[in-house]
Nanobody, 119 residues
Framework: QVQLVESGGGLVQRGGSLRLSCAASGSSSNIVLMGWYRQAPGKQRELVASITSGGRTNYADSVKGRSTISRDNSKNTVYLQMNSLKPEDTAVYYC?????????????WGQGTQVTVSS
């Protein structure tokens, strides 16, 4: 089992910045992918950004150029720096980790952290 604990959400004005952190604990070896998803009210959960254990990153078009995902493998922690925030970035942000168990990729999720961008 992997436990994911997120921090860093909050209320920020349009144009502001936030840094989200997610620390993995428990059986955190063999985590091959970590990322952030978000879910706004009435909408489906969507990928924001992800990073592999080797450092390859992927971003949603909506945040590309405004956000940076990074990972500290020694701490099993992933970060999401978000700049130039917009009201449409308002959502609950969930940390995700994919761990290989045997030959099966297993998804783990954090409890979510609220990000609210005021206009």
């Amino acid at each position: 089992q992997v436990q994911l604990v997120e921090s860093g959400g909050g209320l920020v004005q349009r144009g502001g910045s936030l840094r989200l952190s997610c620390a993995a604990s428990g059986s955190s070896s063999n985590i091959v992918l970590m990322g952030w998803y978000r879910q706004a009210p009435g909408k489906q959960r969507e990928l924001v950004a992800s990073i592999t254990s080797g450092g390859r990153t992927n971003y949603a078009d909506s945040v590309k150029g405004r956000s940076t995902i990074s990972r500290d493998n020694s701490k099993n922690t992933v970060y999401l720096q978000m700049n130039s925030l917009k009201p449409e970035d308002t959502a609950v942000y969930y940390c995700n980790a994919v761990r290989i168990e045997g030959v099966t990729p297993v998804n783990y999720w954090g409890q979510g952290t609220q990000v609210t961008v005021s206009s």
